[in-house]
């Protein structure tokens, strides 16, 4: 039997493994694979919480944050490509334009 | 208590006698200003004390035996309403000796142009007869005592100008911080006298002590008395008048003016203007000292061997007489005495003068060297000097007291009144006078004799033919003529044998004329004839004492040894005063040494313990705070300066930990 707790471990791990890629990561590609680590993490928050939920709204609403994490996708990707084109490297420490 | 102090302006006279105090100011000024020509400047002062005489003459004919004119004006004011006054009093006294002191000062300036014309110094000489004379008139004119006192140190100062004027020998530098101290001790009693006649009268001015003080006050004696040690400093009576003799060593001219006409006169004039105020038994004591000093000065004078220390000595002596004379309640017959005085023993100096310049000469062209000063080296100097040896007998005949001489009149005067002293022990003053007499008869012939009789002593010492000396220049003649002439009677009264009813005397006293006395002029005649004719046995050119005179003086006689060594009285001052003062001063120095500057060493050392103690408190306490509140702001700002590393995954850790701590604050 499926718990309410497996669904909370399992998401609760999922986003501190994404959270510490994130920071962690120097590659750009790997900060964003994080990013949808931690999407989907709360994604199973979501649907572990709609399993006593009837109208399942949960679980729809997952499907809208499955979307729209593929539109953050494109544009990050995108946004990635432009970075590397201007820095000439994809690596996230490099650009500090935002030092104080 | 204050009484109100009343202003008098002055007259056309008062003004006048301002200018005769300022114009030897004005001398003294341009002398020192006027140093490149020499000759030009010590003529223009020569000048202006001639003009100063006239206009003292002046002033004398318009005051004399007129009415006293008195001019005063505030000087300054101590705290509220205790004012100070000082002013211009001329009456008879004052024309007479401002008279006196512009003439024999016009005298000497005269003389000193020739005597001083080879001095380096020649500039610094003028300009300071121009000093003396100035505080010597502002005695003379002062109304008050503390105008007195100013001009009376000063007077002492420029007198210790004068004495150390050739300051590069040692004896005339020690003569003239000699008499400079000596006679600041008896200036002590005049500013005490000065304290207690303020403090019982409030006044210093004379013409309110006159009318106010009353007679049988026993602290009016107190303090006439320490009046009275002012002028035994300053007219050199015993027992301070150490000091003149050895303040010979200034310029005879100088030796002249001040120790024999004017400044030594000083004190008598001082006790003149206070003698209506001065207790009967002050004016014993006075007479007495006077007394003293006549006689002493007299015996001191018999064994010199120095010109100018016989004259110092008889000055001293005469001195004595004059204070006698005001203590024997004659102050008029005392002045008569200073005015007769003051022109034969000016006369004496200067032809001195004369004598000494003619041997320096003479020491000088023929490299010769010898004391111009010592009469055992002169003799026979009556044939190659005669207008000074004629000056001279003149002058020394006024001294000794004979008649048709002025010193005649004014001796018996003095001698005269000093017989109203006969209880008691006051006998003593007249016996002692008349002692003098002898003396003074004794030491002049004696004098005379060695210096003008027999033959020249100086080729027995030096190998020369028989000296010829330089004749007495024509600016030397014309004050020695003068004053030889004003030494005979006939300026003073007209009568050779009587001097009291001198002018001098009637002007001067408000009371009846001494009675004239037959006998005391003819006691003091054949006591005078007594000691010249003593002097002329023992010293006359064929006698024995005359042939050894080269010889060492044999000082085993005590009278001799008292007499040569004025009675010993610098051995006595020595040893009493002078030896313990100076071993109070090692006492005090030791002192000094051993326990206060160790005392000041430790406090120096404690000082700088602390101050070092201090600087470390400084360094490291306030400093330190300083210090590191600029290490922690330093390390704060380091610290936050490190969250905003620029990099993006920084700020997204932050932001994490952020709303970490926002849930855990909501959720507690």
Sequence with gaps: ?100 | MNQEVTILTLTSSTQLSLVVLFLPLLSFVIMNLWSKNRKLGSYVSSGLFFVNFIIAVFLFITIWNGEPEHSRWLWFEIGSGIQFTSGVWLNNLTVLLLVLVTLVSFMVHLFSLEYMKDDKAYNRYFSFLGLFTFSMLGIVLSDNLLLMFVFWELVGFSSYLLIGFWFHKETAAKASKKAFIVNRIGDLGFLVGLMILWSNYNTLDLTTLISSAEITDPSLTLATLCLFGGVIGKSAQFPLQVWLPDAMEGPTPVSALIHAATMVAAGVFLLARITPFIPIDALHVIALIGAITAFMGGVAALRQFDIKKILAFSTISQLGYMVMGVGASAYDAAIFHLITHAFFKACLFLSAGAIIHSLHKFSHDNDANFDAQDIRLMGGLRRSMPFTFWVFIVSSMALVGVPLFSGFLSKEAILIASLSMTKGWQVIVPILGFGSVLITAFYVMRMLLIIFFGENRLSNIINTSYPSFSKVSLLMKIPLTLLAFSSLFILFSPNPFDGSHSWIINGLSNQLPIEHHSVVPAISVMLVLLGMGLAYAKFKPSSKYIQQIHSEPDYKNLWQSLSFNNWHLDAIYDAVIIRQAIRIADGIKMIEEKLINRFINYFAIFNVILAKILGLFDRYIVDGLVHFSAFASNTIGWLSKNIQSGKAQTHIAWAGLGILMIIIWLIL
Excluded at chain 1, 5 to 23: A, D, M, P, R, Y
Excluded at chain 1, 49 to 54: A, G, I, K
Excluded at chain 1, 56 to 85: D, K, N, P, T, W
């Design chain 1, 1 to 100: 039997m499926i718990t309410l707790q497996h669904f909370l471990i399992i998401g609760i791990s999922l986003f501190s493994i994404g959270l510490t890629t994130v920071i962690i990561k120097k590659n750009a590609i790997l900060v964003l694979l994080g990013i949808e680590l931690m999407l989907n993490g709360a994604n199973v928050n979501l649907i572990g919480f709609s399993t006593n939920d009837p109208q399942i709204q949960g679980q729809i609403f997952s499907l809208f944050v499955i979307v729209v994490a593929a539109a953050e996708a494109v544009v990050a990707l995108a946004i990635v490509v432009r970075v590397y084109q201007y820095f000439n490297t994809s690596n996230v420490d490099e650009p500090k334009e935002l030092k104080g």
